[in-house]
């Protein structure tokens, strides 16, 4: 979690994500099955927020 934050706001959410992403670009296929699995999860997870939110 981000600076002692409860939990993320959709702001903090979309940075982390964003921040995630580009550790994936670094670590290239170092980064494991699990690690993208979690990731693409919580984006999932945003993508219907938003979606939910702004429909």
Do not use: C, W
Not at 14 to 36: H, V
């Amino acid at each position: 979690m981000s600076a002692n934050l409860p939990e993320h706001t959709p702001v903090t959410e979309i940075n982390s994500l964003t921040r995630t992403a580009a550790y994936f670009i670094q670590r290239g296929t170092e980064a494991t099955e699990a690690e993208r699995e979690a990731y693409e999860t919580r984006k999932k997870a945003m993508l219907t927020t938003l979606s939910r939110d702004t429909g």
